[in-house]
């Protein structure tokens, strides 16, 4: 069975900041990775996903995450964070294909502050 | 983008009695899925759902759980009976199936409270 972790319940960041969102996944095969979005009261968003290739994937709204396989690892990344980036992350993974049932970690909400 | 729709957005019931949830997925779909996220906690899969049949699901899809999606009209999730454990916000989502293409859209959820 596949497994998803992500440490950071909460990140504070300041606008303008970078921002690196971290995931780690366990999952004994070629994993389907994702990261999704969350606003208040919508459905999850998809910002990216991976299965092969070059291992840094771009998303929208200026989102990419890296894949290091040796590290089982696939962090979310964001040059600079805007107010509007206020929200729940969560990183995801799935077994077989994009359509299979996805494992999902517990989330991390990012909070932007002024500078 | 695609929108996947939630009917309704909250639900309130007695323990013991039946509820529907329902899901308008995304028109030209193909593939059906039922998550759960217990407040506080992490969404975790239930089901997923094609071409009338169960394709996978989770140790929490109990016995008191059902799918079906009767042609051309919403994918349901029924729980009979319901128990004080199944509060929680339900998000169907849905996709193509067509394979690196693939992607989950969700919904905006089904908020039950069993009382």
């Known amino acids: 069975a596949q497994s998803v972790t992500q440490p950071d319940a909460r990140v504070t960041v300041s606008e303008g900041a970078s921002l690196q969102l971290r995931c780690k996944y366990s999952y004994s095969g070629t994993p389907y990775l994702f990261w999704y979005v969350q606003y208040p009261r919508q459905g999850l968003q998809l910002l990216l996903k991976y299965y092969s290739g070059d291992p840094v994937v771009q998303g929208v709204n200026g989102f990419e995450a890296e894949f290091i396989k040796s590290n089982s690892s696939f962090h979310l990344r964001k040059a600079s964070v805007h107010w509007s980036d206020s929200a729940m992350y969560f990183c995801a993974v799935s077994a077989w294909g994009f359509a299979s049932a996805l494992t999902f970690g517990s989330g991390t909400k990012v909070i932007p502050c002024l500078p | 983008g695609p929108k996947v729709l939630q009917i309704p957005s909250h639900q309130i019931i007695d323990m013991g009695q039946m509820v529907t949830l329902n899901c308008d997925p995304v028109s030209n779909h193909l593939y059906f899925y039922w998550y759960k996220q217990i407040l506080g906690q992490q969404m975790e899969f239930l089901v997923n759902?094609?071409?009338?049949?169960?394709?996978?699901k989770s140790k929490l899809f109990k016995d008191q759980f059902s799918v079906e999606r009767p042609d051309g009209s919403y994918f349901t999730l029924k729980i009979q009976p319901t128990a004080l454990e199944d509060s929680a916000v339900y998000f169907c989502?849905?996709?193509?199936?067509?394979?690196?293409?693939?992607?989950?859209?969700f919904g905006p959820g089904t908020r039950l409270l069993v009382l």
């Open positions: 759902f094609y071409n009338g049949k169960v394709m996978e």
């Open positions: 989502a849905s996709s193509t199936l067509t394979g690196v293409q693939d992607t989950q859209y």
